[in-house]
């Protein structure tokens, strides 16, 4: 678990420093200069844009257009201090606590990813609505500025992989949100899943855009995994469900049952959602998928 007071120090004397080396932060800070990528990784996945500049004169560094107060505070923190401020009276903490409230506006101005009059998309979540938007930020910074990004990319092994990477595009598809571009650790044009990317760092090197189809990239099955087609039963308890995780096409009413077909790719977290309805669906086919749900059951009575 990273140290809170350490994380904010380094970044302090990032933001204060112009350019800070690994070494430097080592030694003020008495830790490893391996310790100190993990905290400016760290750092860079709570969204501060931090470069990372190679050379003889190189270190890290934070853009001159980050807003400190968007990544470190919530908005009940923000409300604290601000109370806080105005309760001290003087002229320097009131004219502090009016910066912290139009801050605090601007925070939440800038909450969705499009707002326009008919249409809306927000980068987040209803349980953690700041979950994608400081990635997001970097992002389309990096696409602006055709600038390469450090990122730490965890894949659905759990294998971690440090990569250099150009960002090309933001892409949402089936609720989720991906990047596409070149990846220069596999040399290749890649999709990566927001989700799954821990941390960004950008760099000061520049790219050109190659020749791409990103549309090739969007057929077929993200991570490639088997599918199968799935059949199942269930009561109308679920109904509202099902259609919202396969869609009113797939269910068609069966006397006073209702069932679903859908193609699903065959993982955990297909099975763990199957298990979630519990009793109120029945496996019609395939029988691999029947028979693995039994199993997982037998399993967890096993651990009971």
């Given amino acids: 678990m990273r140290n809170t007071s350490l994380t904010f120090s380094i970044l302090l004397t990032i933001l204060t420093g112009g350019k800070v080396t690994k070494r430097y932060l080592a030694e003020k800070f008495e830790i ?22 190679r050379g003889k004169n190189g270190g890290y560094s934070v853009s001159n257009e980050y807003q400190f107060d968007t990544t470190f505070f919530t908005d009940f923190e923000m409300a604290h201090m601000k109370k806080l401020l105005a309760g001290e009276g003087d002229e320097v903490s009131l004219a502090i606590a009016d910066k912290l409230g139009y801050m605090s506006k601007r925070k939440r101005d800038a909450q969705f990813l499009i707002e326009t009059d008919d249409l809306i998309i927000d980068a987040g979540t209803w349980q953690n609505p700041s979950l994608y938007r400081s990635k997001m930020e970097t992002l389309q910074r990096a696409i602006d500025k055709r600038t390469s990004l450090n990122m730490m990319y965890v894949d659905r092994y759990e294998s971690h ?44 090197e520049t790219f050109e855009r190659k020749p791409c189809d990103v549309y090739s990239k969007l057929d077929g099955n993200f991570d490639d995994l088997e599918t199968a087609n ?53 496996i019609i086919s395939p029988a691999s998928v029947k028979n693995e749900i039994a199993d997982e059951c037998r399993r967890i009575i096993a651990k009971m």
């Fill in 32 to 53: 490893s200069e391996r310790t100190v990528i993990r905290y400016v990784e760290s750092i860079a996945a709570a969204g501060v844009p931090i470069y990372s500049v």
């Fill in 161 to 204: 992989t440090h990569r250099l990477f150009d960002p090309y595009c933001r892409i949402l598809k089936d609720g989720l949100w991906y990047v596409y571009g070149w990846c220069h650790y596999r040399e290749d044009f890649r999709l990566f899943k927001l989700a799954r990317i821990k941390s960004l760092i950008e760099t000061d």
């Fill in 230 to 282: 799935v059949e199942f039963e269930f009561s109308s308890t679920i109904l509202g469900e099902i259609e919202e995780w396969l869609g009113f096409d797939a269910v068609t009413e069966r006397g006073y049952k209702y069932v679903a077909v859908a193609e699903l790719p065959i993982n955990r977290a297909t099975m763990a959602k199957l298990l979630g309805f519990g009793s109120a669906i029945r």
